[in-house]
């Protein structure tokens, strides 16, 4: 096997930071430091402490922040449970609370993804990137909620924070009792002294300011974890099931009017004109406002806002993208061309040579717009005044929130203060803008009166920046019962390119998610080249469920399975034998033992595998499924996922399955499709997700192997689209290449 392969050898850049020759700027350890001083003390009461930015405490309350948003991935809860757990805090005792915009959040889990190396290389080199990239995360602040990054940003700090926290608390109680410290222990959020007296981390709060946190402290052993690594009940749980939970589109506030808006449905353009006459009448509404890109009804609930939205009469700019779904093929097909290269990211041993050396395998795939379509449509709260505007509003990204709502009506960033919520579901959905410009331009218009705005669910639909369109052009060879050469062009629109470009940042670079599925290849192919082109001119996209893995790993992994059967192998051995990471070899045979594996099943049913890493976490999947007289049957699923340490086992679980549903309703069911400008699908019913009677069996198996802890959030979506197409390809013999799969089968 050759020398894993790296983007480049001596020179990468990101942000604005060059790193050459493989010099870092400091330790990877002791770049974890907070990047800036504590929000937490600003405006802080003297009654009350603050040890570091995740904990404060006063004589009432005490608070753990969670700086990662939660879109229902359950980060809510598990951040604050690390806290926590070297805290001593049992649930119920503590409220959580999101981290405001500050540097000092920064995200350190992006460092791995920034760094140009695959995930399981631990080479000196590969260290020294990623130190590199966490010194720029730090000196940058970066503060956001992605890329399957919160444990792996959080697992260290935040239990860190708690130790800080507990050990400062046992110095307050010792200079309050004349005990030793060595003398104290904490449980329940108290402080034991030997003969069993207890003092409250509340009433230690006074006293615990006036001195300086304990930074010098040691994290407990795993042995004498209560919390992480068993399974927990989410905090959020409850409050779900009961109706409890307050998500951002729940707020209410005193005097608050109602917005709803019709915006052009040819994204990105400005609205011509507009008759308002009819919606003036209707039941409820108060005022309608011009937008730069449509109107807004003010009203006296949201249903009048929206219903009189309905009826206003626009006419719009046209689109700059084609107008006609058609087109948007057509210029994929037209982008494999050396001008609209972004990267060839391998080029191992002599592709063209090994192509003519053996039997040419030839395939084209294509992955639609898919749109992210939370249950919760976007929302939001916002008043401006002479000073600022004030924000309530569930988003990934903080700094940006204060950056766009301020551009939006000529103030700067620092005069926005923002509060996240939590969220129903995001996707991806929530790190673009739209709701907080509109809803920035409204509120300014009706200055000292807080404005609730809440998209209708088309017009969810409608302004949504979908998942990347993307087509890949595969051809292979294979000879004597091996793969020889594998041949891999995908031409994409760039979703992370025109996410940056949305918050103001043009990059010149080509978008790393489109290398994700095909650079990351970890099978022993000799000759084995991949490249991406990017494509312009068509509809805005942006960042989905696990991103350029979405599609490319469905890509790839059904050409694998495709140069495999050609070669006469069976699908799972040959991927064992192939695969050159040992974690990486243990995770599918351990999916293959799940499913106890013996070749193919017959009378109609089949299996199929696949096996994607993305964000660093590693994943294979096995699909059954039966041809039946009305359709294919999704009969079962099994899943093994290594991230390198399982902090809440329930919540791993659930999270995997939510990604298998996720995932193969996705690649059953969806896409956006283009007409006249504007997406075609408004609502659920022409964007169909699993329906419960599909949805199969789900087994999850998690391994700890790696030598690092990993994310899960987006990871399990990749590998299930190209399973199902390979099981199906099993049962029937039918190869389908484009999602989604209803296009040329039916499911039951």
């Not at 920064?106 to 010194?135: I, V």
């Not at 937008?291 to 929206?306: E, F, L, Q, R």
């Amino acid at each position: 096997m050759g020398e894993m392969p790296r983007l480049s050898r001596r020179t990468f850049v990101f942000g604005s930071v060059a790193v050459a020759g493989g010099v870092a700027f400091g330790s990877y350890g002791r770049a974890q430091e907070a990047a800036a001083p504590n929000p937490l003390a600003v405006g802080l009461d003297p009654q009350s402490v603050t040890f570091n930015p995740w904990v404060e405490i006063s004589p009432d309350k005490i608070v753990l922040i969670a700086q990662h948003a939660d879109k229902g991935q359950g980060v809510g809860s598990i951040q604050t449970m690390m806290i926590a757990e070297e805290l001593d805090l049992e649930p119920g005792q503590f409220e959580v609370r999101f981290a405001g915009p500050s540097p000092a959040y920064y995200n350190t889990g992006f460092a791995h993804e920034l760094a140009p190396f695959m995930a399981p290389d631990q080479s000196p080199e590969a260290e020294k990137a990623r130190a590199a990239a966490l010194e720029w995360l730090k000196q940058s602040g970066l503060q956001m909620t992605g890329g399957s990054s919160t444990i792996p940003d959080t697992y260290d700090k935040l239990r860190m924070a708690g130790a800080v926290a507990r050990e400062t608390l046992k110095a307050a109680a010792a200079k309050r009792s004349g005990v030793a410290v060595a003398d104290l222990k904490t449980e329940a959020g108290n402080v034991i002294l030997p003969d069993g007296t207890k003092i409250a981390y509340a009433a230690l709060s006074a006293e615990a300011a006036q001195i300086p946190p304990v930074t010098d402290v040691s994290l407990r052993d795993p042995q004498q974890w209560r919390l992480i690594g068993k399974p927990m009940e989410r905090l959020d749980i409850r409050p779900k099931v009961t109706g409890e939970m307050k998500f951002g589109i729940d707020r209410t506030m005193d005097g608050m009017v109602y917005a709803a808006v019709q915006l052009n449905p040819n994204k990105g353009q400005p609205i011509k004109s507009y008759d308002a006459g009819k919606a003036e009448k209707m039941p409820g509404v108060q005022k309608i406002l011009k937008i730069s890109n449509g109107i807004a009804v003010i009203a006296t609930n949201s249903w009048y806002a929206m219903k009189a939205a309905e009826q206003v009469e626009c006419a719009w700019e046209p689109s700059k993208y084609p107008a006609e779904q058609a087109e948007h093929w057509k210029t994929l097909g037209a982008s494999f061309d050396p001008k609209f290269l972004g990267k060839q990211w391998r080029n191992d041993g002599d592709v063209e040579a090994g192509l003519k050396d053996g039997t040419l395998v030839e395939a084209e795939y294509r992955a639609p717009y898919v749109a992210h379509a939370p249950l919760e449509p976007l929302s939001g709260i916002g008043i401006v005044t002479d000073q600022g505007m004030e924000i309530w509003v569930g988003h990934q990204s903080p700094q940006a929130v204060q950056q766009i709502a301020a551009k939006a009506i000529g103030i700067k960033p620092e005069q926005v203060t923002f509060h996240n919520e939590w969220m129903g579901g995001s996707f991806g959905h929530r790190l673009e803008f739209e709701n907080v410009r509109v809803l920035a331009e409204i509120a300014n218009q009706l200055k000292g009166t807080p404005v609730k705005l809440i998209f209708s669910r088309e017009q969810d639909f409608l302004q949504d920046i979908p998942r990347q369109i993307a087509m890949g052009r595969y051809r292979g060879s294979v000879k004597d019962g091996k793969i020889v050469a594998a041949d891999v062009q995908v031409a994409s629109t760039t979703p992370f390119k025109g996410l940056l470009e949305r918050m103001g940042t043009v990059s010149k670079d080509p978008d790393t998610q489109l290398a994700v599925g095909i650079w990351n290849v970890y099978y022993d192919i000799p000759n084995y080249r991949s490249a991406s082109y990017e494509v312009q001119g068509l509809s805005p996209v942006t960042t989905w469920r696990s991103v350029g893995a979405s599609a490319n790993g469905f890509f790839t992994e059904s050409f694998i399975d495709e140069l495999i059967h050609a070669a006469g192998l069976d699908p799972l051995k040959a991927r064992i034998d192939l695969c050159k990471i040992p974690i990486y070899r243990k995770l599918l045979e351990t999916v293959g033992e799940m499913a106890d594996w013996k070749g193919p099943l017959g009378n109609g049913k089949g299996r199929g595998v696949a096996f994607v890493e993305s964000f660093g976490t590693a994943v294979a999947e096995i699909v059954e499924v039966t041809m039946t007289d009305a359709g294919i049957k999704i009969d079962k699923v099994w899943v093994a996922a290594d991230v390198g340490k399982i902090v809440d086992p329930v919540n791993f679980e659930n999270n995997v399955q939510g990604s298998i549903v996720w995932g193969l309703g996705h690649a059953m069911n969806c896409e956006l499709t283009y007409a006249n400008g504007a997406v075609q699908q408004t609502n659920y019913n022409h964007h169909e997700g699993m329906r419960m009677y599909q949805c199969p069996v789900i087994e999850v198996r998690g391994l700890e192997n790696d030598y690092t802890v990993r994310g899960l959030g987006e990871p399990p979506v990749p590998p299930a689209a190209p399973a199902l197409a390979n099981a199906i390809f099993a049962a029937t013999g039918k190869r389908i290449r484009e999602m989604p799969f209803n296009k040329f089968i039916d499911f039951v």
